[in-house]
């Protein structure tokens, strides 16, 4: 970093955050910390040098200078790749937030999304299963980003429960916090629900892009209960979900359902099926639906009364316990298996 008052700056920031940043002077030696480093800030004065270098892109990359930056540092943090550019001292409060939050980050939750392949496939309720079973290991959310779903504080038996709900956080500007979203949420135990409290709205990207950071860092499972719908914003919450799975009604109207589902997805995540029910059987359902089947579940005559008491759509020794078992441990598998990638990516850097 060539200011040396920036420095100077950012090191009694850090200071004040708890943290004990490693500092490069640019060029080769910020390369060799640029993929470990799980926050990056760049000083003004070495942006240009560092993106001519033309470092692999990666989150968590912020470009720092002091008031009124000139045009072309905005160029640069482009080229880098950069979250944003925070000008001193304006920016003081997020650069603190961002240094304090590094605990957090290290502690990310890995994020299952539910997306029904077809009208009835029991989304929801899978979702809520996934997250009463998440957290008997530890916290867990249930995000709905469905405005036009069953609602799943509804399943849960949440509902009447204070707590936040999205109206309060379409407006969100600036970084929300782990803990004060974790604790704010209706709960039951380690499980958390953050479900709608009005009539269906659009939910807009910033917010859904931002709480659901701040969930993955405040929890250790993230279940995103998805709309079956398609667009930039579904796209990029698809694409921050380590699992998609799919529950698949076994009629021939809903396998086919199903496969232009699966086929919306694209090659961005990986992406398994529940089937549902009696039906042609798990590699007959594979082949016709484009995706393996992770685990089949029959049909659960009791799940309807256990929401309707109040207690979650899981009931001890049920079959539905053991599907959200077999989806969680395929969830932990491809977990280890995206930390080994990118240890390994890392080294390579």
Not at 1 to 27: N, W
Not at 85 to 97: H, I, K, N, R, W
Not at 139 to 151: E, H, I, S, T
Request: hydrophobic letters at 50%.
């Amino acid at each position: 970093m060539g200011d040396a008052l920036l420095r100077d700056e950012l090191l009694a920031l850090a200071a004040a955050a708890g943290v004990s940043p490693r500092v490069s002077a640019g060029g080769v030696e910020a390369l060799a910390a640029w993929g470990r480093a799980p926050l990056v800030l760049v000083g003004a004065e070495s942006a240009h040098d560092l993106a001519a270098l033309r470092p692999p892109r990666r989150r968590g990359v912020h470009v720092v200078t002091w008031p009124a930056p000139p045009d072309d540092l905005y160029r640069a943090a482009v080229r880098l790749g950069a979250d944003d550019v925070l000008p001193l001292p304006g920016a003081t409060e997020v650069v603190v937030e961002l240094l304090g939050g590094l605990d957090e980050a290290r502690q990310r939750g890995r994020v299952v999304g539910v997306l029904g392949g077809s009208g009835g496939a029991g989304a929801t309720t899978l979702a809520c299963a996934l997250g009463q079973v998440a957290a008997l290991e530890g916290p867990a959310v249930v995000v709905d980003a469905d405005p036009w779903g069953p609602g799943a504080d509804r399943v849960l038996g949440l509902e009447a429960t204070d707590g936040v709900r999205w109206e309060a956080l379409l407006d969100t500007a600036g970084r929300l916090g782990a803990r004060a979203l974790r604790e704010s949420l209706p709960q039951r135990g380690d499980l958390g629900v953050l479900a709608w409290g009005g009539p269906p709205v659009a939910l807009p990207a910033s917010a859904a892009r931002e709480t659901l950071a701040a969930a993955s860092r405040g929890h250790r499972t993230v279940v995103l209960d998805l709309p079956r719908r398609f667009g930039a914003d579904v796209d990029e919450l698809v694409a921050r979900c380590d699992l998609v799975v799919v529950p698949v009604a076994p009629t021939l109207g809903g396998l086919a359902s199903a496969a232009r589902t699966v086929a919306g997805l694209g090659d961005r995540t990986t992406v398994g099926l529940l089937l549902r029910g009696r039906g042609p059987g798990a590699e007959a359902t594979a082949a016709a639906v484009g995706a393996p089947v992770l685990a089949e579940l029959p049909d659960q005559r009791r799940v309807a009364e256990a929401a309707r008491l109040g207690v979650g759509p899981v009931r001890p020794r049920g079959a539905l316990l053991h599907a959200a078992l077999t989806v969680l441990a395929i969830l932990a598998d491809v977990a280890r298996a995206d930390d080994r990638s990118t240890e390994r990516g890392r080294g390579a850097a």
